[in-house]
């Protein structure tokens, strides 16, 4: 009798396991399809934004940023003009000069965005950069060969465009003290637990896609005869 109950309950346990599954597999191929649809909107080609965001959850996959995360930091850039082709490097970019940390990343990519909408710099986006633990101003007097009073002054009269700030951001994110710093993150606890549900996004997705159709079918189905 024991045997028997145990059986069962084993095959209870089995059966919740592959519906547990099958539910994740659902939920996250929906995700993506909803993501694409947006992402197409903005993008202005499907193929493209299809492309962008398997590049995104491979991202997610190897650093500490989730891929939702990633979605909305994506969106913020798209809406600012940068190029879908240039999402992932420039996220890499400010990913690195965050030091790994999201809250840091997020307001870094809300100042881009803003300094790509004007075309130029304020002194207020700086100073985001410089909160978030980025010695941008020091680059650019660098850059300008300026004190800083005079990168004040010349930064306050719009003479600092976009892509000054865009050459600048680039240059420290490539030197020595910056470079792969999100790598060296994924060592963290978080990181890793991150970066284990965007592993299991992707295995989900990729079966997901081959039963997309069949699962629309059912569910079909069901909505049409219940």
């Keep these: 009798m024991l045997a028997e109950l145990a059986k069962g309950y084993a095959i209870y346990r089995g059966l919740d396991f592959v519906r547990q599954g099958l539910a ?3 939920e996250e191929t929906g995700r993506f399809e909803l993501a ?12 493209l934004a299809r492309q962008t965001l398997a590049q995104l959850q491979v991202f997610g996959a190897q650093t500490p940023y989730e891929f939702k995360q990633l ?3 994506s969106i913020q850039l798209i809406a600012a ?26 307001q870094m990519v809300y100042a881009y965005a803003k300094a790509a909408n004007l075309g130029k710099v304020t002194w207020r986006t700086l100073s985001m950069f410089t909160t978030a633990g980025v010695p941008i101003i020091s680059a650019l007097m660098d850059k300008f060969g300026k004190t800083q009073i005079q990168m004040e002054s010349f930064v306050r009269s719009g003479q600092v465009k976009f892509k000054d700030l865009k ?6 994110g490539n030197s020595p003290k910056y470079k792969d710093m999100m790598m060296d993150a994924m060592s963290t606890l978080p990181a890793l637990i991150s970066n284990t549900r965007d592993v299991t996004g992707i295995l989900q997705r990729e079966f997901g896609e081959t039963i997309k159709e069949q699962l629309k079918s059912l569910v079909l189905q069901y909505t049409l005869f219940k």
């Design 24 to 26: 994740g597999v659902v």
């Design 36 to 47: 694409n649809l947006k992402f197409s909107k903005l993008i202005g080609n499907a193929d």
């Design 71 to 73: 979605q909305e930091l």
């Design 81 to 106: 003009n940068i190029k879908a082709e240039e999402l992932v490097h420039t996220l890499r970019m400010i990913g690195d000069l965050g030091l790994g940390d999201p809250e840091k990343v997020s």
């Design 167 to 172: 050459e600048v951001l680039f240059a420290l």
